[in-house]
């Protein structure tokens, strides 16, 4: 069976400070790997996808994640965090072939103090 | 290009009411999925729907249920509405066929449902 594990579901960093977003993963295939952001009352932007190309992903705003097959883990970082990455992540597993469905991790909220 | 439409984006009902939701996705997607979302449960797959078809269903009660057009905007509709419906519920659309944006679900900004 297919999960999505993210470790922390509250995290704080001081602005200009790393962001480490943690996440692990349990899939019998070879999975496609997201992040998505979700800043207040809106919808879920994508950050990043990993599909099995480089195991080092780069998405937007300075966001990446790597691929580790033999820890199953796809965490999130960033060398420098800014106010506006205070929001809620969710890293997401999809089979590569087979079902359709997405399955969410629970989140882990970001705050940014200053 | 525009993005995944969802409308209403906040409306208010009654328990026992029905409520029917409505997106439009991205011009050239023709896969639809709906999640719920609240705070308890996080987000939660609802179904999917691909060229008018369920190709997936989450679960959730016959309450819950869905349909896709041709022009492949959807509609999910919630009957007999409970006080756990409150939520917000989000579409999102993917080509559904071969290609890099495939599995790449672009999502609306949500209908905030909330049952009084």
């Known amino acids: 069976a297919q999960s999505v594990t993210q470790l922390d579901s509250h995290v704080s960093v001081s602005e200009g400070t790393p962001v480490l977003l943690r996440c692990n993963y349990s899939?019998?295939?070879?999975?496609?790997l997201f992040w998505y952001v979700q800043h207040p009352n809106k919808g879920l932007q994508l950050l990043l996808k990993?599909?099995?190309?480089?195991?080092l992903v780069k998405g937007i705003n300075g966001f990446e994640a790597e691929f580790k097959k033999s820890e199953t883990s796809f965490h999130l970082t960033k060398p420098s965090a800014h106010m506006s990455d205070a929001a809620e992540y969710f890293c997401?597993?999809?089979?590569?072939?087979?079902?359709?469905?997405?399955?969410f991790g629970t989140g882990t909220r970001l705050k940014v103090l200053a | 290009k525009a993005g995944v439409t969802q409308t209403p984006r906040y409306l208010i009902k009654t328990r026992g009411q029905q409520v029917t939701l409505s997106c439009s996705p991205i011009?050239?997607?023709?896969?639809v999925s709906w999640y719920q979302q609240t705070p308890g449960q996080g987000l939660q797959f609802l179904f999917e729907y691909f060229s008018e078809t369920q190709r997936n269903k989450g679960n959730f009660p016959g309450r819950f249920s869905g349909r896709q057009f041709s022009n492949s905007r959807s509609e999910m509709n919630v009957s007999t509405l409970e006080l756990g419906d409150s939520a917000l519920y989000l579409c999102a659309s993917r080509t559904g066929t071969g290609g890099f944006g495939a599995n790449v679900l672009t999502f609306g900004a949500g209908s905030r449902l909330t049952v009084l």
């Open positions: 990993y599909t099995s190309a480089a195991t």
């Open positions: 011009s050239g997607h023709r896969s």
């Open positions: 899939s019998s295939y070879s999975p496609s």
């Open positions: 997401v597993v999809r089979l590569v072939s087979g079902t359709y469905k997405y399955i």
